[in-house]
């Protein structure tokens, strides 16, 4: 069984998923995610998870000058732990996805645990037109894409932000096959405990956002981890508040924000992501679950602290 804990809310301030045309909302550049991080870390997120964009046109970007415009700030005006992506966008090189990790030695990445075909064409023609020409055609070409995470990609982020910096992961697990290639890096003394694992739904190409496969991701995570995993859940869009109550309920973390779904209900765009991260953080106090600060969620997770980063 997974490890009872305090509800860890994460909040994904912009990702590399939606684009400018799709939200005024969407922070895009580094004053803009700086700010969306110190509200959401305001309003309860103990977890920033962050992209980083071009601030000229708001396309995906792994810069890591880019990152180090806003890690700085939000680090100096909140105590949230800051959670790098080594996802970053659409094409980008394994040596690009981890290039701001490498330099900022953060206490948490993301790490993929599984090649998918990641499809989010069907939000090109969702849209007359574009705010930027890059957007229709950086959605559109999905349709021909695998996002790679291979066994010798995962050991080589292993290796780099985990060997060498004592980086932390947030195992991001599409699919029931994306638990057993965690468990493989587990089994074999590559991952310590407790793993910290995030079960996603929604995502075309990985397991779709049916309620019952929250229940399938949980009990195989209980078979492969014992009491070693820790989990936490997103959903994609529509699905985000209903699956992150779901994962509340059954004892897990969820995670929110702008980079998941640019909603905060029923055809209503969000107007932040720290109104995100007050609605789930009163949905689990309304059902009398306590909410994990930043430092019981270090404690929690066995995060080296944030005075080991370099920013």
Known sequence: ????????????????????????HLPITPNEIADASIGAAEAGAAIIHLHARNPEDGSPTGDPDVFMEFLPRIKQASDAVLNLTTGGGIG????????????????????NMGSINFGIFGLADRYD?????????????????????????????ITELADKRGVKFEHECYDVGHLYNTHYFYSTGRLKPPI?????????????????HLHTMKNTADKLF????????????????????????????????????????????????????????RI????????????????????????????
């Open 129 to 157: 037109e574009f705010k930027y020409d890059w957007e229709k055609p950086y959605l559109a070409n999905t349709v021909d894409n695998i996002f790679p995470n291979t066994f010798k990609m995962i050991d080589q982020v």
């Open 226 to 281: 014992g009491d070693d995993y820790v989990f936490s859940v997103l959903a994609a869009g529509r699905h985000q508040m209903n699956f992150t109550t779901g994962s509340a309920l059954l004892g897990g973390s969820v995670r929110v924000g702008l980079e998941d779904s640019l909603y905060i209900g029923k055809g209503k765009l969000a107007e932040s992501n720290a109104q995100q991260v007050e609605k789930i953080r």
């Open 1 to 24: 069984m997974a490890r009872k804990t305090k509800v860890i809310i994460s909040c994904a301030i912009t990702g590399a998923i939606h684009t400018p045309t799709m939200s005024e």
């Open 284 to 311: 689990c106090e309304d059902l009398s679950l306590e909410v994990a600060s930043p430092d019981e969620a270090r404690e929690i997770l066995d995060l080296k602290g944030g005075d080991r980063v370099k920013f």
């Open 92 to 111: 980008m090189s394994v040596e690009e996805r981890i290039a701001a990790a490498v330099r900022a030695e953060p206490e948490v990445t993301s790490l």
């Open 196 to 212: 910290f694992l995030q079960f996603i739904f929604g995502i075309m190409g990985g397991i779709g956002a049916d309620l019952e």
